[in-house]
Nanobody, 117 residues
Framework: QVQLVESGGGLVQSGGSLRLSCAAS????????MGWYRQAPGKQRELVAI???????TYQESVKGRFTISRDNAKNTVYLQMNSLKSEDTAVYYC???????????WGQGTQVTVSS
């Protein structure tokens, strides 16, 4: 399995920026893609952004132009740069490792992001 450790969450004012990090360890070879998800109270967990093994990125419509997902393969780390934060971005953000066939997907513990007005 892959172990994921998120960091970088916190409190930020609307319009501000925050960068989340997700460090992966373990069965790195089994990772096909890495993504960031978020879940606000009373809402379903939703995809925020994903970056594939080939480097392609996908974003939730509401964060396009504001968030950027990137990776540092040498450090086995994925980042989520969040700019122009809005109150609706408030949620627990989870890192996810999507596995290749035969391996389970893994999740980090989550990091709280709170955007104040």
């Amino acid at each position: 399995q892959v172990q994921l450790v998120e960091s970088g969450g916190g409190l930020v004012q609307s319009g501000g920026s925050l960068r989340l990090s997700c460090a992966a360890s373990g069965s790195i070879f089994s990772i096909n893609a890495m993504g960031w998800y978020r879940q606000a109270p009373g809402k379903q967990r939703e995809l925020v952004a994903i970056i594939t093994k080939g480097g392609s990125t996908t974003y939730q419509e509401s964060v396009k132009g504001r968030f950027t997902i990137s990776r540092d393969n040498a450090k086995n780390t994925v980042y989520l740069q969040m700019n122009s934060l809005k109150s609706e971005d408030t949620a627990v953000y989870y890192c996810n490792a999507k596995a290749i066939t035969g391996f389970k997907d893994d999740w980090g513990q989550g990091t709280q992001v709170t955007v104040s007005s």
